[in-house]
């Protein structure tokens, strides 16, 4: 099955600083990749998606960037600001009847 | 409520003994996925069920875990003979489409094991 490996555990960046969060997937059959954010004490919740048909996705202070022939994707948040301070999950699936497998997650601690 | 609803919030047991966790998905989800998230970990798929089709049990741990869904909607996961490492948060999740879309997670259920 699907396995997916997300990089660094932990992340620790000064506020307006950039942070970035790699995922890489193994099956290359992979065609759909979120972004989950998870605050402390809450329930885990999609910031951001990307198809396998498009190489990148940008929402305000989000990005996501897919590269299918290395199968890895990663997320860009610029200008951060204490309220990123999360969890940040990403995942990865493919067409058919198969379920969506997350990473371990990063633990994103913003710094004023 | 529009959400998906977990019950109960919180559950402490005592090792050996069973226990029972409900998720009502959001109306008209077809998808319903079970994850548990121990302490500071990722999020372990359990279980996912789809429409009609045979669920997809690959995740489940050990043959102590079961889930059903009936009549396509309300989903319970059983643990029997629970154990100590069985201590988690169990989180529910929905989709609309299949697969493929954004998943509404529960609040989740707390399981401690003592």
């Known amino acids: 099955g699907e396995n997916v490996e997300q990089h660094p555990s932990t992340l620790s960046v000064q506020e307006g600083d950039s942070a970035v969060i790699k995922c890489t997937y193994s099956?290359?059959?992979?065609?759909?990749f979120p972004w989950y954010k998870q605050e402390l004490g809450k329930r885990p919740q999609l910031i951001i998606d990307i198809r396998s048909n498009v190489g990148e996705k940008k929402d305000q202070r989000i990005a996501v960037t897919l590269n299918k022939t290395a199968k890895h994707f990663s997320l860009h948040i610029t200008e951060t600001q204490p309220e990123d301070s999360a969890v940040y999950f990403c995942?990865?699936?493919?067409?058919?009847?198969?379920?969506?497998?997350f990473g371990k997650g990063t633990r994103l601690s913003v710094i004023a | 409520g529009a959400g998906v609803s977990q019950s109960p919030s919180n559950k402490v047991t005592e090792k050996g003994k069973d226990v029972e966790l409900r998720c009502d998905p959001i109306?008209?989800?077809?998808?319903l996925y079970w994850y548990r998230q121990s302490l500071g970990q990722g999020l372990e798929f359990l279980i996912y069920f789809q429409g009609n089709s045979a669920p997809d049990k690959s995740g489940l741990p050990s043959d102590r875990f079961s889930a059903e869904r009936t009549g396509g909607s309300v989903s319970t996961l059983t643990i029997q003979r629970t154990q100590q490492e069985d201590s988690a948060v169990y989180l529910c999740?929905?989709?609309?489409?299949?697969?493929?879309?954004?998943?509404?997670f529960g609040e989740g259920s707390r399981l401690t094991v003592l």
């Open positions: 999740a929905s989709s609309k489409n299949r697969q493929v879309g954004e998943l509404f």
């Open positions: 109306s008209g989800h077809t998808a």
């Open positions: 995942a990865a699936t493919k067409p058919g009847n198969t379920p969506l497998v």
């Open positions: 099956d290359s059959a992979s065609n759909y």
